[in-house]
């Protein structure tokens, strides 16, 4: 039961740097989402797909940016790290959009630090 | 504008002793909500949902939560707390007006004590 699965678990990156961080799942669903978890601001969105070939903005795209060329796989990409996007990320999956009701699967996150 | 609040950054239970966590909402329409708890170092998992029917609504790990459309609320509650309960609670808010993305709440962090 492989579900949501994210590489790497931990990054630490130079202020600068770039790097990607990888989301696969084996569920077969058409809906990815990538947010972000910092302490007393609950999970913020990123970026999300509604389909392979496709990528939306959420509510904090800036900094970042996605693609999904399979299905099962969504990847978010730090052109050039900021110390603001030291963060938890996680991504995760669902059959429909995150607030239609269906549940949603969560990966086990990336703790991402930037110096 | 649509928002959620979870009002306690912490909440202490004895184990043994009923727990709730509350979390209140503002939206236009009719609320999808939405509990999800993390425990330490892992991703979310989904607990229980209210989308419409009966008001009380009953979940994962033997959780409970109960709609009040009049107060806005819904608070999460366990009759009897374990240890193991100890984790992060979040909730969350479909928002009518977005594409229906979630709207989460900020967490409340739930220690049991034995």
């Known amino acids: 039961n492989a579900g949501v699965t994210q590489t790497p678990k931990f990054r630490v990156l130079k202020t600068g740097q770039s790097m990607t961080l990888l989301c696969a799942q084996d569920m077969n669903h058409e809906y990815m989402y990538w947010y972000r978890q910092d302490p007393g601001m609950g999970l913020r969105l990123i970026h999300y797909?509604?389909?392979?070939?496709?990528?939306a903005k959420g509510e904090v795209p800036d900094g970042y940016n996605v693609s999904r060329l399979k299905k099962q796989n969504f990847l978010l990409g730090l052109e050039s790290a900021a110390p603001s996007q030291t963060s938890v990320y996680f991504c995760?999956?669902?059959?429909?959009?995150?607030?239609?009701?269906?549940?949603?699967?969560f990966g086990e996150g990336s703790w991402l630090t930037v110096v | 504008a649509q928002s959620v609040a979870q009002p306690e950054d912490q909440v202490n239970v004895a184990e043994g002793n009923p727990l709730t966590v509350k979390c209140t909402y503002s939206?236009?329409?009719?609320?999808?909500l939405f509990w999800y708890v993390q425990y330490p170092n892992r991703g979310l998992q989904f607990l229980l949902k209210?989308?419409?029917?009966d008001n009380l609504v009953k979940g994962s790990y033997g959780f409970e939560a109960e709609f009040n459309k009049s107060q806005t609320s819904f608070h999460l509650k366990k009759p009897s707390a374990l240890v193991s309960d100890s984790a992060l609670y979040f909730c969350a808010v479909r928002d009518m007006g977005s594409n229906y993305q979630l709207i989460w709440g900020a967490g409340t962090k739930l220690i049991i004590k034995p």
């Open positions: 797909s509604v389909g392979e070939g496709t990528t």
């Open positions: 995760a999956s669902s059959t429909h959009r995150d607030g239609s009701g269906n549940t949603i699967y």
């Open positions: 939206v236009s329409g009719n609320p999808y």
């Open positions: 209210y989308i419409t029917g």
